[in-house]
């Protein structure tokens, strides 16, 4: 069965958003394993400039990711996919890469996206801007609206 890991910096701080996130992470077992890891931001990170920081937690990411595992990175510059594309997409990423997938959201300085593997699949959510936070739930909404799309389930509506 597949297996996907949404890794990110941080709790959810917004009640609105965590109960998103249980209501999405409920839906998706249907489809598949799913894992939500948090990595706590240290103390000393905040301190940090900008860059440095965003340098630290991304190497808290790369220190999570398992071998053989599909790396898919949420950043501005990625590549934009409406929801037919990302459920096919999905679809033969599983078929060609295997049964484990990692989807990681940065923290709200974003990601050293130089630092991450060159097979590292990079995705935008929109060419607009999105808090970290929110992001995750839109992100686990698209992921269980491709899911539904692959089996032929009405939710999603063209």
Known sequence: MLRIRFLWIGRTQEAYLQE????????????????????????????????ARK???????LERLLPGEQCILLNEQGQQLDSISLSRWLENS???????????????????????????????????????????????????RAFTILKGEPYHHR
């Open 20 to 51: 998103g996130l249980k209501i999405y992470q409920r839906r998706l077992l249907h489809y598949a394993n799913i894992v939500t890891e948090e990595i706590k931001p240290q103390r000393r990170w905040q301190s940090l400039p900008e860059i």
């Open 55 to 61: 340098q630290a937690e991304t190497k808290a990411l």
């Open 94 to 144: 599983y078929l060609q890469s295997g049964p484990q997938m990692t989807f990681i959201v940065g923290g709200p300085y974003g990601i050293d996206c130089g630092a991450f593997p060159q097979q590292t699949k990079h995705l935008s959510l929109s060419p607009m801007t999105f808090s970290h936070q929110m992001a995750r739930l839109i992100l686990l909404e698209q992921v269980y």
